[in-house]
């Protein structure tokens, strides 16, 4: 049997495809339509493993843009896949903090891999992929580039939390003669002080780090600091949320799943 | 629209252009929101065309009770004490805002941070689009939070706003001070609609509001059956139509609703199939037009069952003793609704907290959902106590802060989703 997962978010699509195992994966950008970069990012799975669309037993999609799929055969929500996901990496209970293009989440998953509790950032893009974004254009980077300046640096301190506010006091602190890598240290710390936050002051024991946001080692980094925990993050952070939905999709119809 | 109603709109002072432009969007929503509800109860009727001439058949009703000297007073929270309005054959109107269209003119003279309550409120009588606000004679507000204390300053520019100081806490003392405010209203209502406030009158405006009182906890008491007879959009729409609506009449459409539930109750018909999840919601009021909560968790495959808010079970709490017989006792008991509203705006408010899992499980709710309008300070403090109560009680509870514009859609609609899956696994 095969099945698929289909993730599509605010700024990219993935998809897996799963037979018990992952199969193959992609990640497309999602640009403007979801409904087209979730059919894209299908093909290309399908391309990639030589099948046609008949061969797929069941699509699970999933993701903000999972309403907008016509072609998938159940809709579950991001929170949810991303705790099975996990759940099947890792085969442990644990938090997932998700730091994707418009939201940042924290998940609590027990250990079948049910969502216990979740909090996700309301309109405020604070703390969001979207965040960090903002503040790397404002300093004449790609949001790529962060992650990859030197480590020992002290972080300067970042006083606003707001979008708006942040990005003038990096400009500020960049007219000021302070090192680019100090303000981008100083916020991944803001972000990670963010995410602590929203923990409600429980101290988890197991952290997995996902999403677009995951791809950053300086905020993996500070969030390990902040949190004062191990920081893991998966091989492939930013599909989990489609191998979410695979494997509901797999056990929907009738498969079971091992963990990895 | 019928150019009797534009006269009418014309000589109330409003702004017939942006009147125009707010109407307009009304019948879409409405359409969208209500009208593709599936096995809609036959009574609902009445409140669809309540809601339609709400501008119109409504007003034209007010202004005729007017000329004929009706006094015409408007309120923004529960704990108006109605009766005495009621008690002069006064027209008492609740005026709180629930649009986002009028958000922006109210951040004109109101601070961006206030709930968009105070705002939306505020707006209305600004763009002069509301014929409620152009018809009252004036406005009681009280001492509630802080947003709501300091707008009436602002509003008494516009139109005259008479102030009830609302204590903080429920002891005798506050008991005491509750009830010389209310005799202070009653000499208020007295001088201006030149009627005396007697025993007979006020037992008279206590049984109205009793009885309206009693209609909708029957029509909440019909939400408890599984199945349930009557979605949660509905029921909210009526509780929303309640501030507006006259007190009679929509007591007797409220009851002749109840029947129709209470036979399908006994035929085991609903709205939902039965076992689908049960949400109750708690928190800030939800003022006309304001439907987006309960549209998001009812197109996700849930149904709300109650509301603990004060367009919900808050509004209907506390029915006054009947029994008074001097104007003396009747103050006495109406003051004594103070202990039966459990507000946010109170310290310490543990009794809200036994309210909602009381009602948790009269209701058989799955989950509660405690929504706080932004920059709501007393519900959104608050949160927390409730949050744990709940969860200690083994109660899902999701917590949601939102405004009346549509920009959050998806991402609440994520949230609730996940909420209705982490019950149902
Ligand atoms: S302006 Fe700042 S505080 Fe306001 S919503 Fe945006 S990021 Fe949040
Ligand atoms: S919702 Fe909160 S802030 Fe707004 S008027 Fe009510 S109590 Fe005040």
Known sequence: ?260 | MSDTYREMWRELNMDLEKHDVFLGTLPVAFGEVFLRQENRPAGMAYFDNALAEAHGGRIQEILAGKKAGRMVAGTFCVFAPEELIFAVDGISIGLCGGAQFTVPTGEQVLPRNLCPLIKSAMGFKLDRICPYFQAVDFLIGETTCDGKKKTWEILNEYVPTYVMELPQKKGTADLTLWEGEIHRLKEEIEHRSGREITADRLASGIKMANARRDALARLYRARWADPVPISGKDALLISQLAFFDDPERFTAQVNSLCDELEDRIARGEGVARKGAPRILVTGTPMALPYWKLHHLVETSGAVIVGEETCTGTRYFAGRVAEDGRTVEEQVKDLARRLTAINCACFTPNKERVEDILRLVRDARADGVIYFSLQFCQPFGVEGRLVERALQEAGVPVLRLESDYSEEDVAQLKTRIEAFLEMIAS
């Open chain 1, 1 to 260: 049997m095969l099945v698929v997962g289909i993730d599509v978010g605010s700024t990219s699509a993935k998809a897996v495809l799963f037979d018990g195992r992952i199969k193959v994966y992609a990640i497309q950008p999602t640009g403007w339509s979801p409904r087209e970069a979730g059919a894209e990012v299908l093909a290309e799975i399908l391309d990639k493993a030589g099948l046609s669309r008949r061969e797929v037993a069941n699509i699970v999609g999933t993701g903000y843009g999972r309403v907008a799929l016509n072609f998938i055969d159940q809709a579950v929500t991001e929170i949810t896949c991303q705790a099975r996901g996990i759940n099947y990496l890792t085969g442990k209970a644990g938090t997932i903090i998700d730091i994707g293009g418009q939201d940042t989440k924290v998940i609590t998953v027990n250990e079948q891999g049910k969502v216990v509790d979740f909090v996700m950032n309301d309109k405020c893009a604070a703390g969001t992929g979207r965040f960090l974004e903002v503040m790397a254009t404002a300093m004449g980077m790609d949001v790529d580039e962060l992650g990859s300046l030197p480590e020992n640096v002290n972080p300067v301190n970042i006083s606003s939390m707001c979008t708006v506010f942040a990005e003038s006091e990096v400009i500020s602190l960049l007219a000021g003669g302070v090192a680019r890598e100090e303000i981008v240290a100083g916020l991944h710390r803001a972000v990670a002080r963010r995410v602590k936050s929203m923990l409600k002051n429980t101290a988890p024991a197991t952290v997995v780090f996902t999403g677009g946001g995951a791809k950053n080692e300086g905020l993996r980094r500070a969030l390990a600091a902040e949190l004062g925990v191990e920081v893991m993050v998966p091989a492939e952070p930013q599909i989990t949320g489609a191998l979410g939905a695979a494997i509901i999709a797999w056990e929907g119809n009738g498969g079971a799943v091992a963990h990895n």
